[in-house]
């Protein structure tokens, strides 16, 4: 008799969202005439930009004929989409990265949680608090995190790095040495960054230890401050110790369009065996490459045309960033991110609880955001809102809020 | 010091394709005259139908919208999608299958690699021989297989099924009772069927030794014979015992739009735990959805102009494989497929091994085919080729065959 992965059963229900949604249901039921705001889920609202969209359709049109017809694609990705994204995201920073350094993905969610595959079982992996859940749930999923326990939301095996207002959310080396690191920066959920300077710090940390640095960049885009790094590879030493994951969702409106790409340089080694090699064994097996008609779109992301009107569209979330960010302090919040992300993490007024405030803020100002608490223990006390509203609604959401909450 | 996990570096070199590439190249250097047909690789060569391509393009122009802009999709697929695939490929044949019991994914290589993962790592599989490299590789991965012999070319823990000639492609039930059954049928690489009997032998099998039935239909649409089943949920007591996996690569020619689904019927449990939760799990913690414009375009495969068309393009290759295999009769060869698949499938003749035939081929015919060892031990002594060449190139390959070898 065949028996299950075991590891399965050990994961605690995923039931944020599904929560918050059955409260706003039950909330709009009970008060029919509220206009509720959602900026809850960290989900675009923009559509595609026009060059994306010009390209796209070019790239059906090539798909409808014999002599343009693109079948399986190479593995790691089309060579003119993995040149562009050297050039513009690496070369051009001045980070040594080349095209074939670059694996294309259908998304930064699926590389973050397979990217753990190529590693030991028995490996210690480190994770900020609050932090992204499939970084965890894709390790309880391969038996590497021990035993869970629901009251502390605590795994045995998982070594936690605070990130709160106390330590200014940068995160502290921890006792116990880690072998796999996950950074998120600009983080989710708390919108907060690092300088390169601690970046480097953490390099410099992970090359001493024999440490990987799983390096979560989705939100690059957003960057506004000169001294927080774009890419890791910016640090020295980078190449020997980090994997890089990066996305097309956020800079380029891509959650419905999906693509991704992970960056594993090729010096970046566990004595004789490269990790490139081992991604690339992973992706020829198990993956069969990102469609053409969606690498054509990211190829479009980098055109002249294309650079203008994504930075004009992440322009737009920032000023709603910007728009939360001062609305809520003029409302006497206590407020963190929203100057290099599109997240704002605000610290709940008067000790409510996270999920205490979510029903404050639905109530008072049929405000959706998403309870801190859901995102790790450390998370417990505050509330992450997010600018990927329109601005009418975001405006509104905050004078609302002003005015009630 | 991290670690790496260990089993990749068990894998054997992947070197089929490289070595043939590496073979024609060395041809065609020294011959530069000759003109070479390939009839290798299981790719599709007609571009997408007419009623896909439209459908593509309105979704993409839905995307540039704001008012019908999509962002993330569904875990499991958008309900247009899955309502469609249930009512045609399994309400209309009599299967009841409803669907939420749809996976929808970006292709069915990623679902055959990554559906062993929610089973135990001690579960033993049994595999067909010759077979898809992906069911093997995969579990390898996983650390389920045991020991390498590179001179057999078997592993320790697997459990091999020979498909050959002589039982008629019909594998046995192995001595030993497997956990996990892998089938592909139609067959890649043989081209060959179980009838609908025979795949209900294999049904009542597993439900009486309690083995999971992971049964790849990739190759459902080329079946043109009446007793070979479209799915295995023809067969009763299948829904307690299979999963079905299903791509559009090959009915559509989405190889390069990237669409496929799982089958995970409600009623498959291990004692109290259904595989549809786990499998659900997965999907949401490591995947997020295909693109909206690709389910779109699967959508429009079960649209009436869509079926017409699809209909039309799998008969062009279909004709091309009765070339193939009456031209091979024809010129004394012993052929296998090709009436149920595209894949046609030939004993080499003089005892001469996969790889001779492979050479032989090339020189006296200059045409490229697939060495029958790389798909396992028991593919030795036979060659594949696809029918989703060109028909005017498919016609002369086979003309030079007759001719010349």
């Given at each position: 008799m065949?028996?299950?992965?075991?590891?399965?059963?050990?994961?605690?229900?995923?039931?944020?969202?599904?929560t918050?949604?059955?409260?706003?249901?039950?909330?709009?039921q009970?008060?029919?005439?509220a206009?509720?705001?959602?900026?809850?889920?960290?989900?675009?609202t923009?559509?595609?930009?026009?060059?994306?969209?010009?390209?796209?359709?070019?790239?059906?049109?090539?798909?409808?004929?014999?002599?343009?017809?693109?079948?399986?694609?190479?593995?790691?990705?089309?060579?003119?989409?993995?040149?562009t994204i050297?050039?513009?995201?690496y070369?051009?920073?001045?980070?040594d990265?080349s095209?074939?350094?670059?694996?294309?993905?259908?998304?930064?969610?699926?590389?973050?949680?397979?990217?753990?595959?190529?590693?030991?079982?028995?490996?210690?992996?480190?994770?900020?608090?609050?932090?992204?859940?499939?970084?965890?749930d894709?390790?309880?999923?391969?038996?590497?995190t021990?035993?869970y326990?629901?009251?502390t939301?605590?795994?045995?095996?998982?070594?936690?790095?605070?990130?709160?207002?106390?330590?200014?959310?940068?995160?502290?080396?921890?006792?116990?040495?880690?072998?796999?690191?996950?950074i998120?920066?600009?983080?989710?959920?708390?919108?907060t960054t690092?300088t390169?300077?601690q970046?480097?710090?953490?390099?410099?940390?992970?090359?001493?230890i024999?440490?990987?640095?799983?390096?979560?960049?989705?939100?690059?885009?957003y960057?506004?401050?000169?001294?927080?790094?774009?890419?890791?590879?910016?640090?020295?030493?980078?190449?020997?110790?980090?994997?890089?994951?990066?996305?097309f969702?956020?800079?380029?409106?891509?959650?419905?369009?999906?693509?991704?790409?992970?960056?594993?340089?090729?010096?970046?080694?566990?004595g004789?065996?490269?990790?490139?090699?081992?991604?690339?064994?992973?992706?020829?097996?198990?993956?069969?490459?990102?469609?053409?008609?969606?690498?054509?779109a990211?190829?479009?992301v980098?055109?002249?045309?294309?650079?203008a009107?994504?930075?004009?569209?992440?322009?737009?979330?920032?000023?709603?960033?910007r728009?939360?960010?001062?609305g809520?302090?003029?409302?006497?919040?206590?407020?963190?991110?929203?100057?290099?992300?599109?997240y704002?993490?605000?610290k709940?007024?008067?000790?409510?609880?996270?999920?205490?405030?979510?029903d404050?803020l639905?109530?008072?100002?049929?405000?959706v955001?998403?309870?801190?608490?859901?995102f790790?223990?450390?998370g417990?006390?505050y509330?992450?809102?997010?600018?990927?509203?329109?601005?009418?609604?975001?405006?509104?959401?905050?004078?609302?809020?002003?005015r009630?909450?």
């Open positions: 065949y028996k299950i992965n075991e590891n399965y059963l050990k994961l605690p229900g995923s039931y944020l969202f599904s918050i949604a059955k409260k706003v249901s039950a909330y709009q009970a008060n029919p005439d206009r509720i705001i959602r900026l809850g889920i960290g989900d675009v923009q559509p595609i930009a026009p060059a994306i969209i010009d390209a796209m359709h070019k790239a059906v049109d090539e798909m409808g004929k014999a002599e343009s017809f693109h079948g399986y694609a190479p593995d790691l990705g089309y060579a003119f989409l993995r040149e050297a050039k513009n995201d070369i051009a920073r001045g980070c990265i095209a074939d350094e670059i694996f294309v993905s259908d998304g930064a969610k699926s590389d973050s949680a397979n990217i753990q595959e190529i590693f030991a079982t028995d490996n210690k992996i480190a994770v900020c608090d609050p932090v992204y859940p499939v970084y965890v894709s390790n309880v999923m391969a038996g590497r021990g035993t326990d629901a009251k939301q605590v795994w045995s095996d998982v070594i936690y790095m605070p990130t709160v207002a106390e330590n200014n959310f940068v995160p502290e080396f921890p006792k116990q040495n880690p072998d796999l690191i996950y998120c920066c600009p983080n989710n959920p708390t919108g690092l390169k300077a970046l480097q710090d953490w390099v410099d940390y992970a090359n001493k024999g440490a990987v640095i799983l390096y979560d960049a989705a939100y690059e885009a960057i506004s401050e000169a001294d927080v790094p774009h890419s890791i590879y910016e640090c020295k030493g980078a190449k020997t110790c980090a994997i890089e994951l990066r996305s969702s956020k800079n380029a409106g891509f959650t419905g369009v999906r693509l991704g790409f992970a960056v594993v340089p090729k010096e970046l080694k566990c004789d065996v490269s990790l490139h090699s081992l991604w690339a064994r992973r992706h020829g097996t198990k993956f069969n490459g990102a469609p053409y008609i969606v690498q054509r990211g190829e479009a980098y055109s002249e045309a294309g650079k009107q994504l930075k004009e569209q992440v322009g737009y979330y920032m000023n709603n960033a728009v939360i960010k001062e809520l302090r003029d409302a006497g919040y206590e407020v963190y991110g929203g100057v290099n992300a599109p704002i993490w605000l709940t007024p008067n000790e409510m609880t996270s999920w205490e405030f979510f404050f639905l109530e008072r100002a049929n405000v955001g998403t309870p801190g608490s859901g790790g223990p450390h417990e006390g509330f992450r809102l997010t600018a990927f509203g329109n601005y009418e609604n975001t405006m509104e959401a905050l004078e609302r809020i002003r009630n909450a």
